[in-house]
Every structure is written in C-alpha cells, then in structure tokens.
C-alpha cells in the first residue's frame, strides 16, 4: 500500500509512525483499524466533536439530499451559520469571508491586512506554520519552501517559557520578546518595507504551546499596531473550544483585528474562514472581487452548523476546560515520575510535554519521542510530535474526551516512558 | 436577506440576477426555489452528474458515517481514486497531489513549475480568472488585483474566433495569436526573466469559448516549451466530460505538462488537485513538504469515486457529446432568426453566444446580455454571461442534459430574444 502511495501520489506524503495505521472506522474518541484494533485518539482535532459524530452526519446528509450550490444565490444556512459564529466573539469582529481551508483563510487574511494597511511586512514565529500556499508558505519557518524568504517577513524567537533566554522569567522575559517583535519592526522601516501586521497561533500551537509570558502578547501587538500593522490571530487549530475557551486568544487578553479558522469548524467537512473588523473586511470587498466556489454552500453551513449545536449541547468548551485540567494533573504527576519529562504545558485538550535526555541541560530528547509515539500507537494510543527539535509529545484529543479516556492514556503512557 | 448577507458577510459578495434566487432543494437538472417555482439549471458544472444524485448522496453518507480522517493515516480510498482517475489521462501524466479548491491546486501548480524549471515567469491570456490566492490572483486579467501585477507575468490576447485581428482566419490566425506568446517569452528574456510556464484554459472558458484557431495550441506550447517552460492546462472548469470529452485539451492535440481539476470532481464536495508528470511532481515532493489536511480525505474520495461511477454508468461524456451536437444545432437555428446573435461557440455542453448590437461591427451587446440572462430566470431557466465585454450568454448544464431540456431552453430563449 505504500508502494502504490509513492507510485500514484509521488514520494514525500506523510505518514505517520514507523508502522502506518491503516484505519477504517471512526466513533467518538475511538478510531479502528482493519483488523479492528481499537485506537484511543489523542491526536485529532479536526473531529472536534468526536469520529463521525451522529448529529453532524445527519446534517450533512439531509442537506446534500436536497441542494448543494454556491452563494451567488440566496440561502439562509450561510447567513444563520454567520450570524452564530460572530455571536462568539468580541463586538469589533463583526464580519465573516467563507473559504474551504484554512490555507486559504490565511492566504486571504494576509491579502486582507496588505490591502488596508498599505504594507507588506509581516512578523511571524522563528518555528510556525500557516498553510500550504505559496503567499502563505512565506511564513512557514518550519519548513523553509524552496523560493526562500522574501524580504517582506520578519521571523521573531517564539516565547519559549521552558528554554528560556538568559534565564530570564515573567515581565521581564515577556519584554525580552516582545522587543524582538520591535527590533523586526525597526528593521522593516530600516528597509523602507512597511508593516502590514503580525500573523500568530495565540497558542503557539506548531512551536510546543508554550506557557506564554505575562503581558507578552499584549506588549508584541502593542508595538504592531503602533507601527500601523494588523493582529491577524491563526485560530485554525486553536478555535472552537480546544482550550476550554471558545477561541485561542481568549486568555492573551488581545481582541485580534482578523483571525482564521479551519480544521475543526465543519468537523471533518472542508469549511474555514477569515472573521474581521468590519471595516478592514469591507473596504476590500468594495475593491477587490473574492469569490469561492465551494465556500459557504448549503452543505458546508448546515454541517458547521450542525458542529456549534453539538459543540454547545454536549459543552464541549467545558469539557475540554475540565477534563483538561484533570489531564494536566496526571501529566504533572508522571513529570515527576519520570526523569525523561522536562515540561508539561497545556491548556484546555492541547498538551506539550517536553521530552529531555538531561533535565538541567534541558536537551531535547528527539529520538526519544519518536520512540514513544510509535510504542504508544502500538499500545492503541494515537498521538504525535512537535516543536522546534521535534521532542514534544502533541496531544490534541476530541473534545468529547474524557476522564476515564485520561485514565487510559496515562496507564499507558506510564508503561511506555518506564519501558524506554 | 440581501441586508443580511451585507451586515454578516459585507459588501461585494456575488450574487446572480437583479431579482437573486432563494433556491431550497435541486435535483438532476432542475432546481426549485422556496415558493416552489421550477428552474432549468443551465448554468451549473459543479453537479455535473446532476443536483443531489442519489449515487453521490449516497457514497457521501455512507463513508462520512464511517471515518473521515486525513492522509497521515493508511487508507484505499485516495488510493483507488488516484489510480482511476490517471488511467483517463496520457500515460505520461502519472501523479495525483489532492487538494480541496481549484484554486489550491493552481497555487500548487504554479509553485510545482518554478520548482522544476527554476523560471519565474508565467504566461496566461488577457481575459481569463485561474482562482483566488495572491499568487494565483497575478494570472487573474479579469479582475486586477490591488497589488498590481509583478514583471513576472505577461498577458497575452486570447484567441478570438469571432473578433479576429486584421480579417486573419485559419493558420495565418493561428500563428498571430501563438506570436503574441512568442513575443511574450521574448519580453521575459529581454527583462532577465526565466520563463516558468503557460497555464491556459484548454477550451478558453473565462474568454468566451471561443473557436480555437486550428494549431494555436500546439504552436503556443512548442515555443513555451522550446524557451523550457511547462504547460499547465487549467482544467477546473473543462474537465469530467464537459467538453464531450473526459479532458478539455483532448481536442487541443497538445499533452500538459500539468493539469489542474477542480469544480464537478466532487460533485460539490470541495476536492481538487493536480496532474502532472511523475518526474516534476516527484522532484517537488522530495524536497518540499505539502501536506492539505483536508485533501485527499476518505470521505472526499469515496464522493469523487462515485462521481465516476455515475459519469461512467450514464455515459455522461457521451451525453455531453451528443446532446451538446443537438443543443449546438439548435443555437444555430435560433442565430438565424435573430440578428443579435453574433456568434454562436461551444463544446460538449458548453456554450457562448455573442450577443452584437450591430453584426457587422460585431459591437457587443452587454446590456441586452444582461436583460436576457434576468428575463430567463423569471421563466424558470438558469444561465449567466461571460467574456471580456460580459455580453457572451454562458451555458453550461449538469451534464445530465437532455434533448427535451435542450427543447425547453431553445422555445424560452427565443421568446426572451423576440421581446428584446
């Protein structure tokens, strides 16, 4: 089956584990493989509502059986789906721009931002990703795409709270930073490149959820918008309840001026999405022509829909706040078990747990975390990997996750770390 | 529920018709509106196996009730899919990259191209739209983006059949409109600019449809080719038997180097991609990473393979093709009788007709465009207008079309023509 992978799909696909999963079921939490091996899954968060949750195939179904079109004509799911989704968030962000992924959401923020600002600079982290198109690989610093960097992106050392710089911690470690977000500012007017704005996870998601230093983000947007740039917050993984907030960028405490989202919005179904101030969004509207054809039709709304109905009937925000808490516990408890583990960082159901071959040193303990997720899906627990050297275990589960599915993972992650 | 759309989405969203349709259910070719009226639907190519089939529906429901996952697990569906779909293409077009827009896929093409060729610069033509990124909106002639456009594309003229420069026809046209390319690849070279590539419409479907002028194509590509740059065809809109043939550049004579699908492949479902040659999509995928979290996805192919097997089982390319000689028939008839019609083009089931104000000056209609598309609505059929003057009728059926549709289209239409 690999063989004929490489063979229709080219080499470099990627696969996860050393031994792929080869799965054929999805229910809840739970995922099976064709041999009907049960897998927990503590990795996926596109099923934010769990596998194939009923209430979300049902209305995916009923709407594809009766129409499925664009929106140049007129259609209530779309504007029902709009008018609950910005309900969710701070008054100023009034407006919503449908796309179908969540690379297409940035692409179109950065697009957005260039045009009401004027600039072209953007500041992003030294260990993110954004999405896969070409404007947007700009700002991917975890895999350097092959046209380089153009001279319009400024990458800053994301606000690492476990290696930190000079030994430095709280409001002091949080100016450290946020005068790096300065100095990509100063170098852009050096270079008579002006700002358009700052494109950040405010959970900085692909650089190993850090525990963010007070005041950081506050101070980093602060300097931005000063300079004239926009906050553009990537909420394409940290959105819709993840972290026990609806919305990442809840507990930085800075109302974003756009922000994206994608993976979990249709649960699975190919729906994103850019929401913004309204002036920014309708001044670009009134200039530029965005349509996409897919984006916003019947079926894509009534499913997305259909995930905010599930998402506040089973309060899954709160579950995700509660037993992320819970989980966070128990990680702290095996931290202290287990030599191997430098950091435990998480919030809501997304947690980092930082993998080190000598705790003061704090070395990154890449080859062991390979190990562990491989033990681990062997062990029929589904997880993976992050971070600037690849030693942070990623654990992102359905929110629907619970205490007893906690249970579970830590047994099993328990045998996996004293067998290594 | 237009000042809805205004307040939750903003200004500027497309919307067909003075008087936009409310439209509730859809099935085959038709589509109903919420008072229940009727309306041909000559106008879709995205449910190009008909609204809502239940062979669609059906494969939609039963695999999204199963697993939606992503391609980092092992899964047969993108598998089958990917093998199926390269066994309708030359045999040297032998890879499949996934995507979930049209556009994505351009994205994805054009950075492929510079990738390969280490060029830069593309060619496309002076009236066509290949989708919605910031990279894929610099080949965009119909609509300027803010940004203006870099120095590293060239516009060239379409092929007009109709509107032909200095009286040429035949082969004397043909290498007029491949100069204008050829010149194009000069002004590369004049500026330091490595040619990338061409990426065209095979049928010229934003342009008009119009009448390719017999070896332009081939001509055109050879000097693309010859100057080491690669031929992308977009065939998001002319592909899955549109055109009476599986592809839109079957009729062209000339293999690409790359294609580009999108649209009817899932039937609404939004799933998109690449073709192209082994050698240049292994080269790119073995140096840099792409990955489309949605792309590629179980339920995603189980549509598109259904969407094949209803194309296949209803004979829909022959459909296309014979049914589209009748309607084509038809059309001609009707220019006859009325002087507006300037033009009538088409292929498979795709149909322009130039509307003219004056036939020997050949001055476009595009208010009478216009009047005629809205009056249609009210009698219940479904088209819309294309082309550098926006006075091209555009017709483009579900590919379920038949004679007695066609009927039903041509007696309205004349009506509508005879009230003008």
Known sequence: MIERRERLLGPGNPLFYDDPVHLVRGEGVWLFDRDGKRYLDCYNNVPCVGH????????????????????????????????????????????????????????????????NTGGEGFICTNATYHGNTAAVYQLCSIFRPFEGYGEAVRMVPWPDSYRALNGLSGEALADAYADEVRN????????????????????????GLPNVPPGYMAKAIGYVREAGGLYIADEVQSGFGRTGHWWGHAASGVVPDMLTLGKPMGGGHPIAGVVGRGD???????????????????????????VLDVIEGEDLVGNAARVGQYVLRRFKELEVKHEIIGDVRGTGLFFGIDLVSDAKAKTPASA???????????????????????????????????????????????????AL
Chains 1, 2 share one sequence.
Request: negative net charge; charged residues 25%.
């Open 52 to 115: 194939c949750h009923p209430a979300v195939v049902e209305a995916l179904c009923r709407q594809a059986g009766l129409l499925n079109t664009h929106t140049r004509y007129l259609d209530e799911h779309i504007l029902d789906y709009a008018e609950r989704l910005l309900g969710k968030f701070d008054a100023s962000l009034d407006r919503l721009i449908l796309t179908c992924t969540g690379s297409e959401a940035n692409d179109l923020a950065l697009r957005i931002a260039r045009f």
């Open 184 to 207: 990509a500012i100063a170098s852009f007017e050096a270079n008579g490149i002006r700002l358009a704005g700052m494109m950040v996870c405010p959970i900085f998601a692909n650089e």
């Open 280 to 306: 920014l969004i309708d001044t670009f509207r009134r200039s530029e022509m965005y349509f996409n054809t897919y984006a916003g039709n019947p079926v894509s709304c009534a499913v997305a829909l259909a």
């Open 368 to 418: 062991e975390a390979r190990q562990i997720v491989n033990r681990m899906r062997h062990k029929g627990i589904l997880m993976s990997k992050i971070g600037e050297h690849d030693n942070v275990l990623k654990l992102r589960p359905p929110l629907p996750f619970s205490e007893e599915n906690a249970d579970l993972l830590m047994t099993t992650l328990d045998e996996a770390l004293a």
